[in-house]
């Protein structure tokens, strides 16, 4: 008998999730059952527990992932060959509010961190200086000039000094041009960075005049301005501009702060067939410890949600927010098909690979990060959260794209949970949580904890608390994330119009 056993999720599941490779032949188990392979099936795939005959729905989480193409025997491998989604189109929606689930609480887990208290309320968990150009032609000014006011300014009370590239801010027109405006703005308010220098060209669409507009909610102590066709030497006035904002930076310093000023955003990247067993949950159990503290969590990738937004819907706080939901999942629709695309055309081919067969199947893994709260808000892009509690941010499935969007929105930590690995960090701390032990096992330079050790055994209750510590541990400086050591850390803003 194979030592790999088979995880049903749900009583009503007639799939199950292999958890180590199996060759055809193979007698496996699962729960009391025994069943035999009739071929090769991958770890993290699925395999049928009973016959399914064709045209009937293939169910996991306890709901319907598609449906079979062929008729499929009980031991064989279930995946794209044999198994189609059930979406198409748009759908209409009606509110059926659901009550959220309590989490128990564990009464040691700590409910304060140490951050930094910003003039305006705001709290960071870093004391940065950032350097945001308005326009892609000085991306490699703003890198030298990072790299020259790191130098000499980090430390004494200084995190770093950090710039983000990107190609956008010129020949961008509407609300294209809005959209990157409004993503560094977002990233201009972070409380992370006690100072900002804003480093423009001067001949752009998004020149500083410009850009001003969107930046009348940040505090004016925290920003410096340089176009650079308006000096003679952008380096020397630069560094003069980056050390009036270090010595402002000086003035702030870590003092004891309630848990409920932290917002956590929460993503998933190279999803595998674990995703939504191991990791996806995991966070999910530790937005809501969160959430129950006062805190603050944003879910994203809203083509990720495509198949299982009515879970997210029916939790939404009341008829307003659930009106919001549908608004933010249709327009994403119209998005697509506004450009002539499959709504449905995920998930990726490493998804596949992992195991991931529909688009059902993956968001009903993905919305697991969102755990059980009610639904409070729905953030356009670029949007500040503001009410405490689960709130949904609009933006694409990319990682870079979406992570970002949670940045703007203010997350000072994302929770990052990966079945295929990724070396990519945010403009904050990115907790890299991994679905399978092979993978935390292999690439330690990139996994900050491992979710894995929930299929040999360990308990999700007693590993949520454990990851809940190391994320009040981070906020408060104690603990570096692997992003932040390895120093990457990327932004990219959302494109959706016309390039000059």
């Known amino acids: 008998m194979c030592a790999a056993k088979i995880l049903r999720i749900h009583d009503h599941d007639n ?6 490779s199996i060759s055809k032949g193979d007698v496996v188990t699962f729960s009391d059952e025994i069943l ?21 729905n293939i169910v996991k989480y306890g709901y319907p992932i598609g449906h079979a193409t062929q008729y499929i025997a009980k031991g064989e491998w279930v995946h794209t060959h044999n198994v189609q989604t059930n979406l198409s189109g748009k759908t209409d929606y009606a509110y059926h509010p659901v009550k959220p689930i309590a989490t128990p609480q564990k009464s040691d887990l700590p409910t304060s961190f140490e951050g930094y208290v ?20 000085v991306n490699k000014a703003a890198e030298a000039l990072a790299r020259m006011a790191d130098s000499e300014l980090r430390g004494d009370g200084v995190d770093g000094v950090y710039h983000f590239a990107h190609p956008y801010g010129c020949s961008q027109l509407g609300d294209d041009l809005t959209y990157t405006q409004k993503a560094l703005a977002g990233l ?19 020149r500083i005049s410009s850009f001003r507009p969107f930046l009348q909610d940040v505090p004016e102590e925290k920003l410096r301005f340089l176009a650079l066709q308006d000096v003679d030497d952008e380096f020397e006035e630069g560094m003069r501009l980056l050390r009036e904002l270090a010595d402002y930076a000086r003035t702030f310093q870590r003092q004891r702060v309630p848990v409920a000023r932290l917002k956590v955003g929460l993503k998933c990247g190279g999803s595998d ?38 879970i997210l819907m029916n939790r939404a706080i009341n008829d307003t927010v659930f009106q919001n939901v549908v608004s933010l999942i249709n327009d994403f629709k119209d998005y697509y098909t506004r450009h002539g695309q499959v709504i449905y055309e995920n998930p990726s081919p490493g998804n596949k690979d992992g195991g991931i067969t529909t688009l059902e199947e993956k968001s009903l893994g993905c919305t697991q990060k969102g755990g059980t709260a009610s639904v409070v808000d729905v953030l356009p892009y670029g949007t500040r959260a503001t009410t405490p ?16 969007a949670l940045v703007a ?13 990724t070396p990519m960090g945010a403009a904050v701390p990115t907790v890299k949580i991994s679905t399978n032990t092979p993978l935390y096992e292999r690439k330690k330079n990139w996994i900050d904890f491992n979710a894995g050790t929930l299929l040999t055994g360990d308990d999700m209750d007693t590993l949520a608390a454990e990851l809940y510590r190391r ?8 603990v570096q994330t692997r992003n932040e050591r390895n120093g990457f850390r990327e932004i990219a803003i959302f494109k959706d119009g016309v390039t000059l």
């Open 15 to 20: 799939v199950g999730v292999v958890t180590e």
């Open 36 to 56: 035999q392979a009739t071929e090769d099936i991958l770890r993290g795939h699925k395999i049928a527990l009973v016959d399914i005959p064709e045209g009937t």
């Open 118 to 137: 910003r003039p305006n309320g705001e709290v960071g968990i870093r004391n940065e200086i950032w350097i945001l150009n308005t326009v892609g032609c």
């Open 188 to 206: 201009a308010r972070h409380p992370n960075a006690a100072g900002v220098l804003i480093l423009g060209l001067g001949c752009e669409n998004n």
């Open 273 to 310: 067939g674990f995703s939504g067993i191991t990791a996806n949950p995991l966070v999910g159990r530790v937005s809501d410890i969160l959430v129950a503290n006062g805190g603050t969590t944003l879910l994203t990738e809203v083509p990720e949600m495509f198949g299982a937004e009515t």
């Open 389 to 404: 509690g689960l709130n949904l941010v609009q933006a694409p499935g990319n990682d870079m794209v979406s992570v970002t």
């Open 409 to 421: 929105a203010g997350a000072h930590i994302v929770l990052f949970t990966t079945g295929r690995g």
């Open 471 to 478: 994320v009040v541990d981070i906020a408060s400086g104690i």
